[in-house]
């Protein structure tokens, strides 16, 4: 378990603790639809944090399955492999009115003491108390400074800055600009979200001030992955200039695969506005036309530009930290 830091402490960081338990600091998106137990167990086995969404498992009662399945596989691997590092891994929760699960979710993870609980909208004041009391830890996705400010008046362990260019519900911001305020207030654990898809835009999260990079669509086009072989596609074919931004899907803007839209009969250049206080994850024409957001139109972010192919979780990891060390050695080089 990685606990959270006590405020009178901290020879030993969380951020710190849990580096040592990566083979690079990466933690893997949690990717609606997308994230299943083999693409979790990959990547942890491989040295990263592994996470999906809580609401990925259905029905609701196959969550406990679920979490079993992956604790399990996990120890097993160790056993095996003793010395190995093997990463943690995360559920994400969220934190919303339209999420009707929220509860009976949280009670699965509490149950099996989920050493780390990812929220995603609302700050979750009424969740972190019941995570911290078994030692786990809650990290925040966040897109601007208040955002970032009400999630630590909440008790969060660290943020997740989810900037501009990310995939799925992103935020407009720069990741230089947003990561530098934060740090004014903040000296915990901060993951990096948006367009980091190798090893150096790693090293440049760690440049910027961040603990951890966040990759999400990387490891959409991965093997394990659950999204169709047109969906990875999509994304293998696909570059920044294919990446439209919108709330017009699910009430709350986001970053969609362009060739997604348009194979949905859809105008990628002009979707109207709709009604953003709606989570609803059938808003729109999408939902007219019998396509639904996430299973037909692909959310990806702006580093599709620089995925080539879709191997297994594990070949991603270890480019990852190959990409890692070039980079290091060019500026140490320089």
């Known amino acids: 378990m990685l606990r959270p830091v006590p405020t009178n402490a901290p020879e030993s960081t969380l951020a710190q603790r ?13 990717l609606f639809i997308v994230s299943n137990p083999d693409l979790v ?20 009662e196959v969550l406990d399955e679920w979490i079993g399945h992956i604790v399990t596989s996990l120890a097993a691997y160790e056993r095996e492999h003793p010395g190995a590092k093997v990463a943690p891994f995360a559920v ?8 009707d699960r929220l509860d009976h979710d949280l009670d699965a993870c ?12 609302r700050a979750p004041d009424d969740v972190v108390k019941r995570i911290h009391d078994y030692g786990g830890v809650v990290f925040h996705d966040v897109i601007s400074i208040r955002h970032a400010q009400k999630a630590l008046e909440a008790g969060v362990d660290g943020l997740i800055l989810v900037c501009a260019g990310a995939g799925g519900h992103a935020g407009t911001l720069s990741p230089i600009a947003l990561v530098r305020e934060v ?19 790693v090293l440049a999260a760690e440049a910027m001030g961040a603990d951890f990079a966040y990759l999400g669509t990387r490891f959409v086009a991965s093997r394990e992955a659950n999204a169709t072989d047109a969906y990875k596609q999509s994304i293998v ?29 859809l105008d990628p250049a002009n979707l109207p506005e709709v009604d ?15 396509k639904k957001p996430w299973k037909d139109i692909w959310g990806a972010g702006q580093g599709v530009g620089n995925i080539q192919d879709a ?12 990409e890692y060390a070039a980079a290091r050695a060019r500026l140490l080089a320089g």
């Not at 509490?110 to 909208?121: A, D, E, F, G, N």
């Not at 191997?311 to 190959?322: N, W």
């Open 18 to 30: 849990l580096r040592r338990r990566l083979v690079l600091p990466v933690i893997g998106a949690p």
């Open 41 to 60: 167990i990959a990547q942890c086995t491989s040295g990263i944090v592994g996470s999906f969404p809580a609401l990925n498992a259905r029905p609701a």
């Open 92 to 99: 994400n929760q969220i934190i919303h009115q339209s999420n």
């Open 110 to 121: 509490v149950r099996h003491k989920v050493p780390m609980i990812i929220t995603s909208l």
């Open 183 to 201: 740090r004014r207030f903040f000296d915990g654990p901060i993951a990096l979200s948006g367009a980091i898809t190798d090893g150096a835009g």
């Open 237 to 265: 074919d696909s570059a920044a200039a294919d990446i439209v931004y919108t709330p017009y899907f699910t009430g709350v803007h986001g970053n969609y695969l362009k060739s997604s839209i348009a194979n949905a009969g």
């Open 276 to 290: 953003k206080t709606s989570m609803n994850f059938g808003t729109g024409r999408g939902k007219e036309a019998g």
């Open 311 to 322: 191997p297994a979780a594990a070949e991603i990891v270890q480019r990852l930290v190959r």
